[in-house]
């Protein structure tokens, strides 16, 4: 007997037309054994009524619920709730548009405690992709999700649509409560996530999200009390897992911002290695190494610090001189006598830091905002969490950094956007922090304990693919890479060494790493391979679907379809 | 700070590294480093002081001007993203398109063909 899933439907005064298209793709499920649990919430559409108690009538599969009053989407959900008797649950809106294998889908990676869904599945709550539909019909705007991404879902719902889960759990962690209206599903999935033993991401768009003109999906004018409610629901979740944290919305709706204190203030080691060099930068000649070591010096909030600076045999002695002048007692200076090797001279410096954490950052860099290290160590109180990576600009001001894609190469993310830049649109990356599969190490804060742990850098990637190389070890320990867009530095890329690229150490981060860097569980299989910015594969973006049946065919079919 | 109790052994850096120990200047090199800083700043320390203010705020025109060709090239990337999507949809499309349109001339010349012969 295939489990019962309960299909939970709001309904407050949506267009007919709409409600009935929802209530049809319910019932052209594949899956055969659900229920649609309709709970009328005051409509004062006549005609909602008289669609809904049709429905029911006809398929007994159908349960209907008509509330007196309007007692809003919490209020009417929750009867929804109450009324269900399925092993799972499934979130759809009174106007959007299930695909007809959507709850069959959901189900196979779903365990349900029946030892597996008939998938294999053992999560306990699952999510797919989406996309919006427009008023002409058209499907646009495709949000293809990473997999479970707590930090960001802490960030922003990216979740949203379609969530389905285990009916119990959804009792278990209160349902859907008071004072979210909203947001109610983001403060639901945030709870349900924080006690799942496993959460499955179906990367599939298996929901069709209307574009209503009432909705938060058409413009976010429409329910701004929405994003107060979500500001609640992350604030609740701080408290609930002992963040201490403010939360505030930004500047782009349905993203937040979680202001972590600092609760202690750890001996941070900033390991630099450099060879002393100079350049020319804004027009001005700098000495990388003393100006990156000044900004954070001078600038930096945080000035629990030490600097570690691995210096090459050739490294001119002013250099050396005014960098005792800049950090005096704080620095520790190593000799690197050998050839260039970045992670042997990491190593080096890790070896002679004295800190808990390490601060791995290239020489030529500059600290742009002064609380990024504050944000960084402050990620780090979670104990799961293992590194942090700040947002690094180009000297004109364009992305360098925005964490590291690994989708058929090992890239960027947003590499060359405008620095302020939300990132693309619907999931808007670059405005959020979030976990990544991996991260650059030009600025990346790490635990000496896991920095220990994993054996520190490779020494036998010199030059290229080394961050890559330790943040797949970090990861393969079960720690979290999150990278945020709250800690900025500037990145002089390759001002100081010829960047080249040496097919050895490809080889040998392919043959260690083939599986992780072809398949990103914080990227999407949906996206064009070889490409960072989250560009959907061919036809996914709205243009209109291509009909190839001829045409009587195709009149014949529309006159059917339209009679049904 | 650091912790002087946690020295490190120049052998545990591992090969060819050594930690380098900071002893105190020696007051005849610190005579040489004036005379040669006062070469370089010249007789007069405020000209210098102010040849260094020029310099920062040329740095800062410099970045400015900088920093808008850079709003400018973050467009462009994102221009190319936009122009990519409508490229490959149009690939995609057209050869939707041919191969209906060649399916469909195949078949009619096959239709044509067995009529004839």
New interface residues.
Partial sequence: MLPLISVLTPVFDPDPAHLVACLRSVERQSWANWEHVLVNDGSTRPEVARILDEHAAADQRVKVVHRAKQGGIVAASSDALAAATGTFVALVDHDDVLEPHALGAMAAVLGGGLGGGLGGGLAQVAYSDHDFIRADGRYVDPCFKPDFSPERLRNQNYITHFLMAERQLVVDVGGFREGFDGAQDHDLVLRLTEQAKQVAHLPQILYHWRKAPTSVSASSDNKPWAFDAGVRAVASQCERLGIDATVERTEYDGCYRVNRRVTSTP?VSVIIPTRGTSGRV???TRSYVVDAVQSLATRSDYQ?L?FVV?FDDATPEPVLHAL?RIAG??????????DFNFS??I??GA??A?GDLFLVLNDDTELIDPASVGVMVAHLELDDVAMVRARLL??????QHGGHVYHHDIMHA??????D?PG?WPMRPLAVERECSGVTAAAALVRRSVFEAVGGFTTELPLNYNDVDFSLKVRAGGHRIIWTPHASWYHFESRTRVSVLRPEEYAFINERWHYEINNDPYYNPNL?PD?H?W?????R?G?PA?D?RPNVLRRVMSKVQARR | MADPGRAVKPAALGARSTLVTMSAPDPGELHTEIDRLRTLVGPDEQGYAALRQDLLAARDVAKGAEASTGALRGQVAQLHVELARARQDQDHFQRLVINRAQSTVGRIARSVRARIF
């Fill in positions: 001996l804004w027009g001005a629990e030490e691995v005792r007692d704080r620095l520790r200076l190593v000799a690197f006598h050998d042997a001279k190593n080096a070896t002679a004295t180009f000297s004109d001001g364009p992305l947003c590499l060359g956007w405008a620095g830049s693309p064009q490409r910015d560009l959907e594969r061919p036809m973006s243009a291509v190839t």
